[in-house]
């Protein structure tokens, strides 16, 4: 034997945990250096298999049995069964190779992640199989894959988009003022496209002002993003900006310290950020954090497509195969099997990812273990705190399978063919709220975009009440009625009007015939000279009994106070039918319907909105 060998099966009495009393039989021993022996077989084959190969000597049509060998290993190893799953993990590094197809690839990373599970933490093996990249190589990675794959634009680009619709939708109230809180901003990539677009708009006459809070790791890593920003916005004329880079160490207490200016369009990132988090308990703590202390108009949210539970290994192991799975064989679309590029990618982020997974057993790094969702769970999550889904923009999606088309390599036709074999998909799913990104038939990233669930009238079309008030003062149509939303009959009916009240006009008509009554079932939010846009009453009001009607200016007093009554499940009944009515509308529908409503106020042909008797505030 070898004097290195030799020195290896000595160290392997560090290497391979000790589960024995201090006194063993010679049974036992025997055992223990059979087991010993097992391991060192099985990290000769990984020296091998790290060993340059040449790419005529691959192996095709053995993935099958590769994958089943992962199984084998990762089933022995469940049930403690060591020398079983040595002996599989050795086969599976004599067919594994890290210069391979993508099965031999992200075969050699999982087999890698199993025999750690194996190795005590105080081995040289261990540290050697774990070892953490640098943050230079670290970046190095990050930046490949976002050349070289749609992974990362398709989050960025889809987000950005939905960013710029909300700021589109609230300019007549915001100043032209945008502010991003990003809570991961990884060296500001996501960045350089939202200020080119935001600087394609400006004008000297009207400038945009744009404002990115970002969290970090670290200060280097804050620091580097701030000049890579400040200098890409040097070449951007009327765009006035600022970041500020803050260590995300303080968790909730810095959420509720941000600063917010008057009226600026507030837009929250949560780009690979919340899995990060651990715990639901700590998620829940930050969305609840971002929902109260911040209240923003958009909030996207863009995570990993999967189920990853942290108390169960083999599920976890599944799962995790089948992603990663997915992911090696759509670089093969993206780079040539020779690539340098491939193998940063693969060694320093994917491999890296694959391991921490597969190891992270304990109670503490349970805390930590990056927790993946699939896209029902983390729906369910937002709603529980107070946010609900905004369809994408046509716009949107045409944008992302445009992205789509351009980056795919090998199989642009058929990446937007389900019935078609491969490529990169865009998906558009739970009715157009949510787009993932696919590789085949599996999803690998999916983004959503958010909004506050108690979205009322005003926010919704971008027009606060102060700013409808000081735009309608002077107008006889609105200020006669003393009402700070338009005209209403506040002052015929005797009720008196508040701001930050919105009243749903419910005006009586009697009708006699079945097509008429069947017209009043359906109803309209009105402007005097035609309507805005149509509601259907049943939709927006449930069973409450009440309908809208048209308010025209030639109406009597007796007639414009009269209201249907009728209400029958309260306030509560009408504003979560309102809200459900108003999460079918994309940013292009608000934002059309807001300059509608800013014209109206302009003009004095708005009509309030509101309820006999009872003040309804949709705020």
């Known amino acids: 034997m070898l004097e290195a060998d030799q020195d290896e099966l000595l160290d392997l009495r560090l290497a391979v945990p000790d589960a024995s009393g201090a006194e063993q039989s010679g049974a036992k021993k025997r055992k223990r250096n059979d087991e010993e022996g097992k391991t060192l077989e099985f990290?000769?084959?990984?020296?091998?298999?790290?060993?340059?190969?040449?790419?005529?000597?691959?192996?095709?049509?053995?993935?099958?049995?590769?994958?089943?060998?992962?199984?084998?290993?990762?089933?022995?190893?469940?049930?403690?069964?060591?020398?079983?799953?040595?002996?599989?993990?050795?086969?599976?590094?004599?067919?594994?190779?890290?210069?391979?197809?993508?099965?031999?690839?992200?075969?050699?990373?999982?087999?890698?992640?199993?025999?750690?599970?194996?190795?005590?933490?105080?081995?040289p093996f261990y540290a050697a199989i774990m070892e953490e990249p640098t943050r230079e190589e670290e970046l190095a990675a990050f930046t490949d894959l976002y050349r070289a794959s749609p992974y990362f634009q398709f989050a960025h680009f889809t987000a950005n988009q939905a960013i710029i619709e909300a700021f589109e939708t609230e300019e007549a109230r915001n100043g032209r003022s945008l502010h991003v809180i990003d809570f991961d901003v990884s060296y500001g990539f996501q960045w350089p496209s939202l200020i080119q677009s935001l600087s394609d708009k400006a004008t000297p006459?009207?400038?945009?002002?744009?404002?990115?809070?970002?969290?970090?790791?670290?200060?280097?890593?804050?620091?580097?993003t701030e000049t890579r920003l400040v200098n890409f916005t040097k070449g951007c004329v009327n765009?006035?900006?600022?970041?500020?880079?803050?260590?995300?160490?303080?968790?909730?207490?810095?959420?509720a310290a941000l600063k917010k200016n008057k009226n600026e369009t507030v837009a929250v990132n949560l780009m690979f950020h919340l899995h990060k988090l651990g715990s639901s308990s700590k998620i829940n703590e930050v969305l609840k954090s971002v929902h109260h202390s911040l209240n923003p108009s958009v909030l996207v949210l863009v995570e990993q497509?999967?189920?990853?539970?942290?108390?169960?290994?083999?599920?976890?192991?599944?799962?995790?195969?089948?992603?990663?799975?997915?992911?090696?064989?759509s670089l093969d679309d993206c780079l040539p099997p020779d690539?340098?590029?491939?193998?940063?990618?693969?060694?320093?982020?994917?491999?890296?990812?694959?391991?921490?997974?597969?190891?992270?057993?304990?109670?503490?790094?349970?805390?930590?273990?990056?927790?993946?969702?699939?896209?029902?769970?983390?729906?369910?999550?937002?709603?529980?705190v107070g946010f609900r889904g905004v369809k994408f923009s046509s716009r949107s999606v045409s944008q992302a399978k445009l992205l789509l088309k351009i980056r795919s390599h090998c199989s642009a036709v058929d990446s937007f063919d389900?019935?078609?074999?491969?490529?990169?998909?865009?998906?558009?799913?739970?009715?157009?709220?949510?787009?993932?990104?696919?590789?085949?038939?599996?999803?690998?990233?999916?983004?959503?975009v958010m909004m506050h669930a108690s979205l009322g009238i005003s926010s919704l079309f971008g027009v606060s009440t102060e700013n409808i008030s000081e735009r309608t003062q002077g107008i006889p149509s609105v200020s006669r009625y003393r009402c700070s939303y338009g005209t209403s009959d506040a002052q015929t009916s005797g009720r008196r009007s508040r701001r930050g009240q919105y009243w749903l006009v419910c005006l009586s008509e009697k009708r006699k015939t079945t097509k008429e009554k069947e017209e009043r079932k359906n109803g309209f939010l009105f402007l005097q000279g035609g309507p805005i846009h149509p509601f259907s009453a049943k939709e927006l009001l449930g069973e409450v009994g009440i309908y809208i009607g048209k308010a025209g200016k030639n109406k009597t007093k007796k007639q414009k106070s009269e209201v249907v009554a009728g209400l029958t499940e309260g306030h509560e009944q009408i504003r979560s039918n309102l809200n459900t009515t108003i999460s079918s509308w994309s940013h292009g529908q608000i934002r059309d319907y807001h300059e509608n409503l800013r014209l109206a106020a302009e003009s004095g042909r708005l009509i309030n909105l509101g309820i006999k008797g009872q003040r309804l505030d949709l705020m």
């Open 43 to 123: 990290l000769r084959m990984r020296e091998a298999m790290l060993k340059p190969r040449d790419p005529r000597a691959r192996e095709n049509g053995n993935g099958l049995r590769l994958i089943h060998l992962l199984l084998l290993s990762a089933t022995a190893i469940d049930e403690k069964k060591l020398r079983l799953a040595a002996d599989n993990l050795a086969d599976l590094y004599r067919n594994a190779s890290l210069s391979g197809d993508s099965v031999q690839r992200v075969a050699a990373y999982f087999a890698d992640g199993l025999a750690a599970r194996l190795l005590s933490r105080e081995s």
């Open 205 to 224: 006459a009207e400038p945009v002002h744009l404002r990115i809070t970002g969290f970090g790791t670290n200060s280097d890593e804050l620091r580097e």
């Open 239 to 255: 765009l006035d900006f600022k970041f500020e880079g803050l260590i995300w160490d303080t968790g909730n207490e810095a959420v």
């Open 305 to 329: 497509e999967g189920s990853r539970n942290p108390k169960s290994f083999l599920s976890r192991f599944m799962e995790s195969l089948h992603y990663f799975a997915a992911m090696f064989d």
């Open 339 to 384: 690539s340098s590029e491939r193998l940063r990618i693969e060694r320093n982020q994917l491999g890296r990812e694959i391991k921490s997974m597969l190891n992270c057993d304990g109670d503490e790094e349970r805390r930590y273990l990056k927790r993946y969702e699939r896209l029902e769970t983390w729906k369910g999550r937002m709603e529980s």
């Open 418 to 448: 389900r019935r078609g074999g491969g490529g990169f998909r865009a998906f558009e799913r739970d009715g157009g709220r949510a787009l993932s990104l696919g590789w085949q038939d599996r999803h690998l990233i999916t983004a959503s």
